[in-house]
């Protein structure tokens, strides 16, 4: 079974930059899907960005478009996001997720089935 540990957030100001990374243990991602989600307060959680593991496609939310960037390390087994001029708006946890048994992209985080902890990006303006 994976597991996904976050790290990387943290408090900036708007117009900086962080980079999200999502470690994974127990087996490696292979031929999953991996998403980045985010949950601000009193809110649901949304989808932010996802990568097919094997084949390196992307996916991103319009409001994220241009400015963040989904990445993977194979030889880490790591997949990253580089979050640039960031917003007030971009406050929230962030969340990794991923399914080992499909690539293939989605939005839904229903068809997630392994979940990170989660790490606090906090942007002030």
């Known amino acids: 079974q994976v597991q996904l540990v976050e790290s990387g957030g943290g408090s900036v100001q708007a117009g900086a930059s962080l980079r999200l990374s999502c470690a994974a243990s127990g087996r490696t991602f292979s031929s999953s899907r991996v998403g980045w989600f985010r949950q601000a307060p009193g809110k649901e959680r949304e989808f932010v960005a996802a990568i097919n593991w094997s084949g390196g496609s992307t996916e991103y939310t319009d409001s994220v478009k241009g400015r963040f960037t989904i990445s993977r390390d194979i030889a880490k087994n790591t997949v990253y996001l580089q979050m640039n001029s960031l917003k007030p708006d971009d406050t929230a946890v962030y969340y990794c997720?991923?399914?080992?048994?499909?690539?293939?992209?989605?939005?839904?985080?229903?068809?997630?089935?392994?979940w990170g902890q989660g790490t606090q990006v906090t942007v002030s303006s």
């Open positions: 997720a991923a399914n080992p048994s499909f690539g293939s992209l989605t939005t839904f985080a229903r068809a997630y089935n392994v």
